[in-house]
């Protein structure tokens, strides 16, 4: 008599209150399978480091006496498929009950309310207690209004989360720095080495490699410079607080040849897949700030804070209340191809050559480089809002529909 927990990818929250007991009646099970690595081709980074995570996590659980059934790419009882793989779970174990926490994709929504009701167990769902926001909180906040403007979604949460604020006020009297946010950089202040974590990618590789899995991007071996557990998490966000946050605010906005990151805290990996809160960063910036107010200028935190309470809290909000028929939104009738060189950096438009190469290597690229480089390139040369979704949502390491989608196609590309 026994109750199965689905842990989606995504959903690597090690405080969520599931694992709060040790229960000999729960089975957890988590999947890697060619229905989310084929969806679209994604990076080689992206895909090891989810299923870096996603093993990293199901060890930790197995390590404080959880139950759990892993099924990883290349193993043979994996059906590839949502539903199989859960169906197989029922059927060969006393399974009463089936859980799972709210998907922050449509698409696994509707796969999921499909599962339940083909299933001949209870069901039920759970929140990922992840984020600051319910799915609902902006399209009832935005009721009634004609503009949906992201600052004033801000000022709410601000007042809500009581952050920055001395009353009902701002703290500084400003709500918003952007306007101190596009200083240039020029080599100064200095950038420290990132941080890098001793992960062992090798063998996921391998087994990609086994699975035939198509990618695309560079992978290097042993190198994946990005946190994958919340130690991992939380180092790199002591190291931002530290080395990167007295100049966030500053150089939010610069470009440069010979920097990958500026002084950008590479924490939306970790985030999207709920390996840390957006609270608990957003609170330890605040207390490192709290200490340091006399060093740092609020513009910096005040820069970082908006970026998380507000773009992010935002795009999710927008997401759930525009989808589905969001993703079909071509506003500017736009039907063009994405070019060849978006696959190899190889173009002699030099800002289009660094954001793609930086792309291809690292997986990454920071929001002035996917909003204004290649995200304005794509809109002037009116490419299809489909074919600039794909690109996005398969080549950053951070790329979930939720996000990516309403900033490439509404940021970026005008389509809704
Ligand atoms: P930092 O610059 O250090 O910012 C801190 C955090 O703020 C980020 O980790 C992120 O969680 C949040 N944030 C910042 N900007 C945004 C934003 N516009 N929307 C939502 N959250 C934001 N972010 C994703 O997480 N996944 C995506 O797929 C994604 N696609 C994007 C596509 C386009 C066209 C644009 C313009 C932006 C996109 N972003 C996306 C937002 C932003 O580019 C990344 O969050 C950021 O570059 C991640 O790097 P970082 O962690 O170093 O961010």
Not at 231 to 244: N, R, V
Request: charged share 25%; with cysteine; aromatic share 12%.
């Amino acid at each position: 008599m026994k109750t199965l927990r689905l842990i989606l990818g995504d959903q690597l929250n090690a405080k969520h209150s599931w694992f709060e007991t040790v229960r000999d009646d729960v089975i957890y099970c988590m999947f890697e399978m060619r229905q989310e690595t084929d969806y679209v081709v994604h990076h080689i980074q992206k895909v090891v480091g989810f299923f870096a995570a996603m093993r990293d996590f199901s060890n930790q659980l197995k390590n404080n006496g959880h139950q759990v059934k892993y099924l990883n790419i290349t193993d043979p009882e994996n059906c590839h498929d949502l539903e199989q793989n859960i169906k197989q779970i029922l059927e060969n174990n006393s399974i009463v009950r089936f859980e799972y926490q709210a998907p922050d994709e449509y698409r696994l929504e509707t796969q999921l309310r499909t599962i339940c009701d083909s299933i001949n167990v209870d069901s039920s769902c759970f929140d990922t207690e992840h984020f600051y926001t319910s799915r609902e909180e902006l399209s009832v906040f935005f009721e009634g209004k004609k503009q949906l403007l992201m600052e004033r979604f801000y000022r709410y949460m601000r007042k809500k989360h009581d952050v920055l604020m001395l009353g009902d006020q701002p703290i500084g009297g400003v709500w918003n720095y952007d306007q101190s946010n596009r200083k240039k950089w020029k080599g100064t202040p200095s950038i420290p080495p990132h941080l890098e974590f001793p992960n062992n990618i090798n063998c996921i590789k391998n087994d990609l490699d086994t699975a035939q899995i198509k990618t695309i991007g560079r992978f290097e071996k042993n190198h994946f410079d990005y946190p994958i557990n919340i130690i991992q998490a939380k180092e790199q966000l002591d190291y931002f607080c530290k080395e990167l946050l007295p100049h966030f605010g500053d150089f939010q906005d610069a470009l440069h040849t010979d920097q990958v990151y500026l002084f950008h805290s590479r924490l939306s990996f970790a985030m999207n897949l709920k390996i840390i809160s957006p609270k608990e960063v957003v609170d330890t910036a605040l207390n490192y700030y709290g200490s340091n107010s006399d060093i740092i200028d609020i513009s910096q935190i005040e820069g970082f804070v908006r970026q998380i309470i507000g773009w992010r809290e935002y795009m999710r909000g927008m997401y759930w209340k525009e989808m589905p028929s969001y993703l079909d939104l071509n506003s500017l009738n736009n039907h063009g191809k994405i070019p060849d060189f978006f696959w190899t950096g190889n173009t002699k438009m030099n800002c289009l050559k660094q954001t793609i190469t930086n792309s291809l290597d690292n997986a990454y690229a920071h929001h002035i480089q996917r909003l204004m480089i290649t995200g304005n390139y794509l809109l002037l040369t009116q490419t299809h809002p489909d074919a600039v979704d794909q690109w996005y949502l398969g080549i950053y390491l951070d790329a979930v529909q939720w996000v990516q989608l309403p900033n490439t196609r509404g940021m970026s590309q005008y389509a809704d």
